[in-house]
């Protein structure tokens, strides 16, 4: 049974006002989400923030107190290709490095429809090899992202396994999109269950259109379910039972695990879209933050070097936070 923060938090957010992108415009509810951030939503106590660029893209570095030096968690928001930002996305991330004792960065990529497919993906991919570039090491990087965003790291997984560089050391995906080429399953039958997805009138064909028109949906950059996923790192893999794409992660982790892969999956009883990062709001949402830190302490190297002694809380950069100094 739900507890009774879930339900509060369930029946406030289906209460709330809704702005529906397909009638204002993406760019109008950017800015809408934008104004909203309170200055409540700017930090985190005890969690440095850090901007930089890596390349020519905008990033942030959020570096809890006393975290590991040479370990790091590489962010992709979601928000359908076509929504998000650092500043947003800051409100969950801050709070769940905290709680899972790893930095994380976080990066602004190009978004749809203004660039549609494979702008953001190569962004992605752009931004990753920025930071081996800069020094780090792909095994003390681990990769984590939610619905489009870990869409798009489990297809940067595969670009990089492709052309033979070297992947994170792990990943942490949440509700991820793994298919667009069909419409059934829970993408239909759990409509009047995924309020989050539901209320924006979320149909991932007609999505997926917008985010890469013209193109085979079937490719695997596109749908990483058809993929070759053989050999791909340590994955964990979160989502809820009265989502939209409950059936995305369900086939995911079954044909990874039958590729050989360590994989494990968590399942969150009448859990929504993308529910760990409702981190804050109720208590299921800690526990699977809490399970993050606990796979990823698996696959992360030990190291005594701390971030803090690197970043000043003036935000100065020296160097560490962009590299394995």
Same mark, same amino acid.
């Not at 005890?46 to 923030?49: A, E, I, M, T």
């Not at 990087?141 to 869409?151: R, V, Y």
């Not at 990089?160 to 992947?167: H, I, S, T, V």
């Given at each position: 049974?739900?507890?009774s923060?879930y339900?509060y938090?369930?029946?406030k957010?289906?209460?709330?006002?809704?702005?529906?992108?397909r009638?204002? #415009?993406?760019?109008?509810?950017?800015?809408?989400?934008?104004?909203r951030?309170?200055?409540?939503?700017?930090g985190?106590p005890?969690?440095?923030?850090h901007?930089?660029?890596?390349?020519? $893209?905008? =990033?942030?570095? &959020?570096?809890?107190?006393g975290?590991?030096?040479?370990?790091?968690?590489?962010?992709? /928001? #979601? %928000?359908?290709w076509?929504?998000?930002s650092i500043r947003?996305?800051?409100i969950?991330?801050?709070?769940?490095?905290k709680?899972?004792?790893?930095?994380a960065v976080h990066?602004?990529?190009?978004?749809?429809?203004?660039?549609p497919?494979?702008?953001?993906m190569d962004?992605?991919?752009?931004?990753?090899?920025? &930071?081996l570039?800069?020094g780090?090491?792909a095994?003390n990087?681990?990769?984590?992202?939610?619905?489009?965003?870990?869409?798009l790291?489990?297809?940067?997984?595969?670009r &990089?396994?492709?052309? #033979? @560089?070297?992947?994170p050391?792990?990943?942490?995906l949440?509700?991820?999109i793994t298919?667009m080429?069909?419409?059934?399953?829970?993408?239909?039958?759990?409509?009047? *269950?995924?309020?989050?997805l539901a209320e924006?009138?979320?149909?991932?064909?007609?999505?997926a259109e &917008?985010?890469a028109?013209?193109?085979?949906?079937? /490719?695997?950059?596109l749908?990483?379910?058809?993929?070759?996923?053989?050999?791909?790192?340590?994955?964990?893999?979160?989502v809820?039972?009265?989502?939209?794409?409950?059936?995305?992660?369900? /086939? *995911?982790?079954?044909?990874?695990?039958?590729?050989?892969?360590?994989?494990? @999956?968590?399942? %969150?009883? /009448?859990?929504?879209?993308s529910?760990?990062?409702f981190? #804050?709001?109720?208590?299921? =949402?800690?526990?699977?933050v809490?399970?993050?830190?606990?796979?990823?302490?698996?696959y992360l190297?030990?190291?005594?070097?701390r $971030?803090?002694?690197?970043c000043?809380?003036k935000g100065k950069?020296?160097?560490?936070c962009?590299g394995?100094?």
């Open positions: 049974m739900p507890s923060e339900l938090f369930a029946e957010f289906r209460t709330s006002p809704f702005d529906n992108p009638r204002i #415009g993406y760019a109008r509810l950017r800015q809408l989400q934008e104004e951030i309170t200055s409540e939503d700017a985190c005890g969690v440095l923030q901007k930089t660029r890596i390349g020519n $893209l905008q =990033a942030e570095w &959020l570096v809890p107190e975290c590991p030096g040479n370990k790091a968690m590489v962010y992709i /928001h #979601g %928000g359908g076509s929504l998000g947003q996305t800051r969950f991330l801050a709070p769940m490095a709680k899972i004792g790893f930095a990066f602004n990529y190009r978004l749809m429809p203004e660039d497919f494979p702008a953001g962004d992605c991919y752009s931004f990753y090899l920025g &930071l570039e800069k780090w090491r095994q990087l681990a990769l984590a992202g939610e619905s489009a965003g870990a869409n790291a489990l297809a940067l997984l595969l &990089l396994k492709e052309e #033979g @560089l070297p992947m050391a792990a990943a942490v949440m509700s991820p298919f080429d069909t419409m059934e399953g829970s993408h239909t039958e759990m409509a009047d *269950f995924d309020y989050i924006d009138s979320f149909i991932i064909s007609d999505v &917008l985010y028109p013209g193109r085979d949906k079937t /490719h695997p950059w749908s990483p379910l058809y993929g070759d996923l053989l050999g791909l790192p340590p994955m964990q893999l979160y809820g039972t009265d989502e939209l794409l409950f059936d995305d992660a369900i /086939h *995911f982790y079954r044909k990874s695990r039958r590729a050989g892969n360590q994989v494990e @999956l968590i399942v %969150g009883d /009448h859990m929504p879209h529910w760990p990062i981190i #804050g709001d109720f208590p299921e =949402a800690e526990a699977a809490l399970k993050m830190g606990d796979f990823l302490r698996l190297p030990e190291e005594e070097q $971030l803090m002694s690197a000043d809380t950069d020296r160097g560490a962009d394995n100094k």
